[in-house]
């Protein structure tokens, strides 16, 4: 670990977390919706009310299900909120690398969205917790 005068160096997710996001409203095409994470090559999306709160997250995965039912179906399309997960766990945005890379290790989901005032300021993957801790640490060493 770093020290500084004694004391752990304290670094916020703020300056690691992802701030221009792809979102999606619940009455969203979920075809599009699908479309649009694949052509950007997002794994996921948060979903936001028409207040701009968070109410869900639209993942890859929960796009799978479309592709299922289509193929095997012949059942294609509705809407984002009928397939974007519900449970969320969300990370406060002055939260340190250190929380954020405890509460991923802890998780089973690979990011969280951030938020400051209940409101969605960012996302924070495991890829950008590992790099922070690389810069951080990691390059601080012998």
């Known amino acids: 670990m770093y020290y500084a005068q004694g004391r752990i160096m304290s670094h916020g ?15 969203d095409d979920i075809v599009a919706a699908m479309r649009q994470l694949l052509e950007r090559h997002f794994s996921g999306a948060p979903v936001l009310d028409s207040e701009r709160r968070l109410i869900g997250l639209l993942s890859q995965k929960d796009c799978l299900e479309i592709v299922y039912n289509t193929a095997y179906h012949q059942d294609w399309g509705g809407r ?63």
Request: a negative charge; charged letters at 30%.
């Open 13 to 27: 997710i703020e300056d690691y977390m992802a701030t221009e996001l792809l979102s999606f409203g619940p009455d």
């Open 80 to 142: 984002v909120e009928q397939y974007m997960s519900r449970e969320i766990e969300t990370i406060d945005a002055d939260c340190s690398v250190l929380e954020a890379a405890e509460k991923l290790q802890a998780s089973k989901f690979r990011r969280f969205p951030v938020m400051r005032d209940g409101r969605l300021v960012g996302q924070i993957s495991r890829h950008d917790v590992m790099r922070a801790l690389d810069e951080i640490y990691l390059q601080k060493t012998p």
